[in-house]
């Protein structure tokens, strides 16, 4: 992981958050802060979500509500998220307030 701090660190425009339990790192998040490239509104875009496989028992929930308190005290509109690795995330958050709205596609230029 090597995020670009020198044009979105030093901005203040990517968050990370880190949830613990009993001291220990469980799960964390990177969220870039951007605007709308259509309206300028102030937005959120998750770049890594991840908890810890044996602590996915409610704590996502909690932390993902955590996140969107404080996007929202930032004054972002909306947040989106990408759902890849594990299609049960999907479930928990719809079940917080996400809607589903698109399908994201990709298309390999290059192999890998």
């Known amino acids: 992981f090597k995020p670009r701090l020198n044009v979105y660190g030093s901005a203040g425009h990517l968050l990370c ?13 990177f969220i870039w802060l951007t605007q709308d490239m259509h309206n300028s509104e102030p937005i959120a875009m998750e770049d890594t979500i991840y908890m810890r496989p044996d602590h996915r028992n409610g704590i996502g929930r909690r932390f993902t509500k955590h996140i969107l308190a404080e996007l929202k005290a930032r004054g972002c509109v909306r947040a989106h998220v990408t759902i890849a690795t594990d299609l049960r995330v999907a479930k928990m958050c ?19």
């Open 17 to 29: 958050f880190v949830v613990r339990v009993e001291g220990e790192a469980v799960g964390y998040a």
């Open 94 to 112: 719809e079940r917080v307030g996400f809607k589903r709205s698109a399908i994201a596609m990709t298309y390999f230029l290059q192999e890998a």
